[in-house]
């Protein structure tokens, strides 16, 4: 790795001359930047702007290799200073300066106006405010369960010191005692609609304070206390570090300075003149304009990516549930984790198992994980939102990450989280459990019932509902060898095993998941019931009591109800009358999909109805409820027959 953290005791002059003039020239790119672009955050970027120097100029962090995975992470969670981000990373070497300054918030250039992962430099997509904390805390837990040196500093602003997420990653670093990690604030005391401390005071010091960090201040434009500053908090052992900066909103043009106004605004062509006059730059807007119009008919290089993991998982042989058990899936979700934990975290040269938690232990069932290897039981209590930043931000460092959660919180709760691990492209397994209205008595506030919807809007994720517990052991395993972001749905009741028409199970010995596949569990040619996870058993149930009527009834699991195998569809539906199935939200569930489908790949069957929730159920036992839902073996042969016989 490329030079040291922090290498000198002091600045020398000669540096300090040197730092100073790369502060002035990133001040005329960003201000190119924005007046190019009529958009963006000129008064942030400028206030930022030494904090930003002094870390990526002393961080261990080398731009001509930088995914080396011993470099130190740098997370700018106020993701809409980009023009400062991409400024001092332009002229450190990190890339092209010129095309960061052309291409800004333009739609054929990789400078978005927020920045993103994949951009070399920029190590997680921030906009979202009040979750970069949460992201560096996760590289820096990693760091620590992986042994290894580097450190971790995460820029932030003093807005978002309001949001609730910062609390939460504030504690979590505490409680593991990750003093490899610094926060650095830009203290300007300006949002959008004023003053900070006028909008919503926050005692940022205190708050630190009270939650067991080390706090130190410093000018945030005098290169030499930031940097002393920021290596004596690296240097400070046992606790989590934070320097407060007091800087001045758009630092350097004096018209800017101490106006709010230039928070989300930028120049405009006088103003700007201007501003290039007082820091003695060529204006050179016209350079920048001719090289921006190009884009629109020249090929730009995307050769902007996140680097690949490099996982090394032994997921072993899968259990075998007998026909005679009865077993709840989230049982086998947390005896599959443990036995990958026995295969790989005790074995040097494999990647380690992690699983994230929020104090539902006994309820996700990972309570076997975490008596195998309880060092990787991240346990955060009752944080979901910085739980799933913390596990998306591990999931991206060489560790295996799985977050537990119900489906409420680790899905509806978390969704912003989950939509910006998404945008970081990372390698999450999520695994919720105590979906639909099995969970009963708890009722409508914890009867996830919308979570293929919601998913569904997030472009990478892939949804697994597995239907007992044997597909559910064979899913885990199959999750923790493929690459990408997957959610394993739960129920929380015990479920029979499904067996074939033989009577063995039906995911037993020879059966492998593939992810898509649609398992044609019965055959049938007058109606076809197409179902997934805790309804499956029932529509079994249904095809043998159809059969006694003299009415064949197929049933299909459509275990992946993003990606479904068409042709198998196609071909066990056409002429058909198709039953959808689902404990879920009529609206947007299975029976959209497969209404979609049915539509766009012309697929003609006789007709299409759907079975599923169309209200809030209340609370009561899993049966009562699934009666008042309509869910029960004998209403849907009766919906069955009416439709065969008409």
């Known amino acids: 790795m490329k030079g040291g953290r922090f290498p000198y005791e002091k600045l020398s002059d000669e540096i300090l001359a040197e730092l100073r003039e790369l502060a002035r020239r990133c001040r005329g790119d960003i201000l190119r930047m924005t007046t190019l672009a009529s958009s963006g955050h000129p008064g942030g970027a400028m206030s930022s702007l030494e904090i930003l120097i002094i870390l990526y100029k002393f961080a261990r962090i080398d731009p001509q290799n930088p995914y080396d995975d011993d470099r130190d992470r740098i997370v700018v969670s106020h993701g809409h200073i980009s023009a400062g981000v991409y400024s001092v990373l332009g002229r450190l070497g990190f890339f092209d300066i010129d095309e960061a300054i052309a291409g800004f918030r333009h739609y054929r250039s990789p400078f978005e106006g927020h920045i993103t992962r994949g951009i070399p430099g920029v190590e997680w997509t921030t906009g979202n405010l009040g979750q970069g904390l949460s992201a560096g805390v996760g590289f820096a837990l990693s760091a620590k369960l992986r042994g290894k040196d580097y450190y971790t500093f995460v820029a932030m602003s003093d807005a978002e010191q309001a949001k609730g997420q910062v609390a939460e990653a504030r504690r979590v670093a505490r409680k ?131 680097p690949e993991l490099n996982l090394k998982i032994d997921t072993g042989e899968p259990m075998n549930y007998g026909v005679e058990e009865k077993l709840d899936n989230r049982t086998a979700f947390g005896k599959a984790l443990a036995d990958l934990a026995r295969l790989n975290n005790g074995e040097d040269g494999k990647t380690k198992v992690v699983v994230v938690d929020c104090d539902l232990i006994p309820s996700v069932k990972t309570g076997d994980f975490k008596k195998v290897s309880p060092e990787f039981l991240v346990e955060v209590g009752v944080q979901e939102h910085n739980a799933a930043t913390i596990a998306g931000a591990m999931s991206v460092t060489d560790l295996l990450v799985f977050f537990a959660d119900f489906g409420v919180f680790g899905v509806d709760e978390t969704y912003n989280q989950q939509r910006l691990n998404d945008l970081n492209k990372t390698n999450l397994k999520v695994g919720v459990t105590h979906l639909g209205v099995d969970v009963g008595e708890d009722g409508k506030t914890h009867h996830c019932v919308d979570y293929i919807g919601v998913l569904r809007n997030l472009y990478s994720y892939k949804l697994i509902l597995p239907a007992d517990p044997n597909q559910t052991d064979r899913v885990v395993r199959y ?109 947007t569930g299975l029976g959209s999909i497969i209404s979609d489908l049915i539509v766009s790949d012309g697929i003609k069957v006789k007709s299409l109805t759907k079975i599923g929730l169309r209200d809030y159920a209340p609370s009561g036992k899993r049966d009562d409820l699934f009666k008042w839902a309509g869910f029960e073996v004998d209403n849907l042969l009766g919906k069955i027959s009416e439709l065969v016989m008409q």
């Open 176 to 306: 593991y005692n990750l003093d490899n990690i610094t926060v650095v604030i830009d203290y300007n005391d300006a949002q959008i609609s004023g003053k900070a401390s006028d909008i919503m005071p926050v005692n940022i010091m205190e708050n630190y304070i009270s939650d067991g960090w080390k706090v130190f201040t410093a000018d945030g434009h005098d290169l030499s206390d930031l940097y002393e500053k920021i290596r004596e908090a690296i240097d400070h052992k046992g606790d989590p570090t934070v320097v407060i900066a007091k800087t001045v909103i758009g630092k350097g043009v004096s018209f800017m300075e101490n106006d709010v106004g230039y928070h989300g605004k930028p120049l405009k062509p006088e103003q700007f003149e201007k501003a290039m006059e007082e820091l003695k730059l060529d204006s050179d807007l016209s350079r920048y304009r001719e090289l921006r119009e190009k884009l629109d008919t020249l090929s730009v290089k995307r050769i902007f990516k996140p």
């Open 479 to 587: 999750v923790a060898k493929n690459k990408g972001n997957f959610v394993i749905g739960m129920g929380r009741s015990k479920v029979s095993i499904i067996k074939d028409e033989d009577g063995n199970p039906f995911f037993g010995d020879d059966y492998e998941f593939e992810y898509g596949k649609v398992d044609v569990v019965r055959k049938g040619q007058d109606a076809v019931i197409l179902t997934f996870g805790q309804l499956l058993e029932k529509a079994v149930q249904v095809h043998e009591k159809a059969k006694e009527r003299g009415i064949s009834v197929g049933v299909l699991n459509v275990s992946c109800p993003f990606h479904p195998d068409v042709e198998t569809i196609r071909r066990e539906i056409e002429g058909k009358h198709v039953i959808t199935y689902e404990d879920h939200n009529v609206n």
